[in-house]
């Protein structure tokens, strides 16, 4: 498996720059993070919201435990999910393992407290005043919701960002539960960026790593470049 | 008038709320019902195996060919042979290819694995720096070449990874009785491509496949010093690959008669061609086992490792 010895396999003749391969292991990775930050910003923004605005017991103890969820390594959340989709664990009967919904649930779970986190701090400074104009006026708590999502969608585009960033930059937990998975032909199932990588170095290509790594960043500047333009012409709401 | 339609939409949002995050776990569990299958074809199973049948390239060989024959996508998960077969205990692969006898042995007395056949072999070599500090180039026994790595405290890189060449390296210095181990021993803990590489960056010897050594023969500046039983060493050094079946009876989800399909066709007059052509470099990298007139019966039964060895 060296590039330069390809007449023995169709995938090494031109392998760094195989269309197949690298095509389907951008769509992996896209697919897998997009739907995981999509999933994580769903369900972190109420709780965003919810911890902004509301005192409650156990508050203090929520906001620590996001906090820590911030920093979950991404080997520790791996183990956890593989145990919970194996053939063996609680959602054994779904037969999850290996394939890319366990690595988006992975990743859900490294994304979504770090999009909780930093919403909870943009949403945290946005003015009372504000607040209290929104609801003076005859909104409802939606309408004061969405006033506030409006006046912190810098810094809740930064908290997609940096779960976005998490989701697709991180190896650990994907490649335990995605198995890094291509097929014969290259074509990716559950083989991201990171674990693509991963392997490469591992079999001593490390131009080819290179080049994948330089994918991954240009990626990942695309996506910023894409994000913080929608946030900043239609208000954070996307 | 203003207060109840707050209310309203208090209670009618909540409730908006909670049908999102039902459907995105709902989303989140059921869609691998949608488009879990392997973007090929419609049926696939997963084989665990070890870094070295992946890395060397065999298996994209071979599983191409058995996908065009039955339709079948193969998705391999290659990772060191405890692991693999760990995996298989689970009961999240449907077929394990691994070189490591003891422990598909015991795989098998546990009830988790069935039909084992003998599949391929080549064997391990000590590799290093050609200079050779301790002196081991050409050494006859393979034993007494590690003694004098640890005599001479030489650093030494171990796989550390429970993996097939692990498990034999331990057997090595078992055999050698070497049981003081100090700073030149370094378990790495990775798989064999990258303890290739840090042993050409950082020096040292390492124990590897044949296999995997060859395919990156070209990358690399460590010379072969003690060469396994295909060049003529010595029969410790043996590297045979057993294929085995996940036993259904023990995981009723397994994919049974697919993984014996597998196992049939990669056994077979075909598969075995195929795995003997396979070259890098011009160099046979698997010598194939599986066909004899008189076939080795111990290789379907748990048997003393060494008993296996024979080639």
Redesign the interface.
Known sequence: ??P??GA??P??IEFPFEWTYIR?IVYVSLYVSLIAVA?ST??SL?VALLLGFKEFRGKQLLTSIINTGMGFPSVVVGLVVLFAV???GP??S????????AM??SQ?VLAAPVITGVSLAAVSSVDQGVRDAAFAI?G???DVALVTIKEARYGIATAVLAGFGRAISEVGSVLIVG???A???G?S?TRTLTTAIQLE?????FETAMILGALLVVLVLLVNAIVVRLGSDSGGLR | MAIQRRRFLAVAGSGVAAGFAGCAAVSDGNGDEGDGGPAISGESITLTTTTSTYDTGLLDEVNLSFEERYGVGVETVSEGTGAALEHARNGDSDVVMVHARSLEDEFIEDGYGVNRRDLMFNDFVVVGESDDPAGISGAEEITEAFEEIAATESTFLSRGDESGTHTKELEIWDAAGVDEFGEWYQERGQGMGEVLSQTNQGGGYTLADRGTYLSMQSDIDLEILVEGPIEGGPELLANPYGIVAVNPAVHENVEYDLAMAYIGYLTSVEGQKIIAEYAVDGEQLFFPEALAEEPNFQQYVPEDWERTTDD
Do not use: D
């Open positions: 498996m060296i330069g010895t023995l396999h995938l090494l389907s999933l769903l369900c109420p194996s053939n063996q959602l054994g779904f037969e999850l393992v290996f394939t890319r919904e988006i649930m859900f005859g409802t708590r939606l198995g890094n998975i097929g014969p032909e074509e199932y170095a591992r079999q001593g290509r």
